[in-house]
């Protein structure tokens, strides 16, 4: 029997997106049981939080799962259930693939990949306000926290994928000329680590508003950036821009003992129940997936069907084509061989 793997479907476009990606898993040879579970405004509609117990407790069963994206209900005391699963599996590296596999686009070959220390920085949440006279508001801090461990295990895990993949650079992105203690820690561990790799993998380091900018001049100096919270979310972005959009950039989240994987974008409601959404994204997650499963060979075929899909005339609107969710999946299919 194969690897059983939590199952979201997820909100809005989630359910057509996950299905169609699961028809296509099974088509190439994956070797996967799925546990399907709910959370999100699926779970509160029948009754359930927005994270139920029984799906925390599938993912720890499991220790991987796939997921179409939440829709985080407004005022239910959750920052985000992306976040509170990150923070419950010590999700730490979020892993964001950016290759192009369309043509036509602003850059074409671009193969870049963003990874984010996804615990740590701004995004911890440390903030508050500061009252002054009659203003409850007068100021707002918010704190940045960087730990030698955080800095070290993302780093590393930065500079093991790069040997592992065959990837010849990694380039640490930071702020370290302003913010000398938390960004020159996250530089200095980085630094140390790169040691370790000296002569297999190359090193360099970047202040972040350059590397936006270069980014854009000319993509292709990059192979693996790693970065803290904050420029790790900006960056990733706009790395995906490079290729053409959200539609076509998964994301893996990859904790010590759980990893879960998902796209990048939204639950698109204004798409939702038409059969109109671009289900790539969450292919692509897929085939992360069956890589990090130990079955490399079912996510190649499945790649090397979704682009030669996405290079037909068969595409959904948002690339320009006219297909529906369901026809473009069906062409992917086909296109298994
Ligand atoms: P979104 O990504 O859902 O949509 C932005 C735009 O991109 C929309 O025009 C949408 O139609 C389009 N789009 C997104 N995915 C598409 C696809 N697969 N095919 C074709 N077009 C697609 O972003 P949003 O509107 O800001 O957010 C909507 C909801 O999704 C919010 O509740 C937000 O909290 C949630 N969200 C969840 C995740 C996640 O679970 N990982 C990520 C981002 C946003």
Not at 35 to 58: C, F, H, N, W
Not at 177 to 191: A, E, H, M, P
Not at 243 to 262: H, K, M, Q
Request: net charge negative.
């Amino acid at each position: 029997m194969g690897r059983t793997v939590t199952l979201i479907p997820g909100d809005g476009i989630g359910p057509e997106i996950i299905d169609a990606t699961v028809r296509i898993l099974e088509a190439a040879g994956a070797d996967l049981e799925w546990d399907r579970q709910l959370a999100g405004m699926a779970a509160i509609e029948k009754g359930l939080g927005p994270l139920p117990d029984e799906t925390v407790r599938s993912i720890e069963r499991n220790r991987l799962a796939l997921k179409g994206p939440l829709t985080t209900p407004v005022g239910e005391g959750f920052r985000s259930i992306n976040v509170a699963l990150r923070k419950r599996f010590d999700l730490y590296a979020n892993v964001r693939p950016a290759r192009s596999l369309t043509t036509g686009g602003r850059y074409e070959d671009i193969d870049i990949v963003v990874i984010r220390e996804n615990t740590e920085g701004l995004y911890v949440g440390v903030e508050h306000y500061i009252g002054m006279e009659q203003d409850p508001r007068a100021a707002a801090e918010s704190v940045m926290i960087v730990t030698r461990y955080g800095a070290e295990r993302i780093a590393r895990y930065a500079f093991e994928y790069a040997a592992r993949h065959g990837r010849k650079k990694v380039t640490v992105v930071h702020k370290a000329n302003i913010l000398k203690y938390t960004q020159g820690l996250f530089l200095d561990v980085s630094r140390d680590v790169a040691r370790e790799y000296e002569g297999r993998v190359a090193f360099e380091d970047r202040i972040v508003d350059n590397t936006a900018m270069q980014l854009v001049l000319d993509p292709y100096q990059f192979d693996v950036i790693v970065t803290e919270n904050m420029f790790g979310d900006i960056l990733s972005d706009e790395v995906a821009g490079l290729i053409g959009g959200l539609g076509l950039a998964p994301g893996a989240n990859i904790g010590v003992d759980s990893a879960i994987f998902e796209a990048v974008h939204g639950s698109a409601p204004d798409l939702a129940g038409q059969g109109l959404a671009n289900p790539s994204a969450v292919i692509l997650a897929g085939c992360l997936l069956l890589e990090h499963a130990g079955q490399p060979e079912a996510g190649e075929r499945t790649l090397k069907a979704l682009e030669a899909s996405l290079r037909s005339e068969v595409r959904t609107r948002d690339l320009g084509g006219s297909a529906s969710t369901e026809e473009f999946a069906n062409q992917v299919t086909r296109k298994l061989g």
